[in-house]
């Protein structure tokens, strides 16, 4: 039976830690420092240094939630990489898709929608033909 984290988790998995990986990942993605980071969400410099080596694999909800409206990382995927099942079944938006979108005004993000509708109506009353991809314009 797997064993369900803990808070006081403090586990030395060191860089192969999946929450020290992607914490990492996304403060550099973002080009912050680990000082930058603490001033924007208040999330204290040496424990965010503790996550990212791995001595921390599990981060109260109320830490989570302000490093994840810094990095704008989906909530889900750090409770994945903690080791928590979630329903989102490990498919995520990409990040910066996710920034496109936010970006659009309501009336554009509903042409999005009303055109990935169409998509997919297309797809299914035409299984075996696909729809041409333009990469670029």
Do not use: C, H
């Not at 830490?63 to 903690?82: K, S």
Request: net charge positive.
């Amino acid at each position: 039976m797997a064993r369900k984290p803990s808070f006081a988790d403090t586990s030395s998995g060191g860089d192969n830690s999946r929450l020290a990986q992607k914490m990492r990942q996304y403060r550099e993605r973002a080009n912050l420092t680990q000082t930058d980071v603490e001033r924007l969400s208040g999330v204290r410099r040496d424990y965010l240094s503790s996550i990212e080596l791995g001595r921390i694999s599990v981060v109260y909800p109320e830490t989570l939630n302000r490093l994840r409206r810094v990095y704008g990382f989906p909530g889900w995927e750090m409770l994945d990489a903690m080791g928590y099942q979630t329903d989102a079944g490990g498919e995520a938006v990409e990040p910066a898709l996710l920034a496109i979108i936010r970006a659009l005004t309501p009336e554009q993000q509903r042409m999005l929608a009303d055109m990935a509708k169409a998509t997919l109506r297309f797809q299914s009353t035409a299984p075996n033909k696909s729809m041409p991809v333009s990469t670029g314009g």
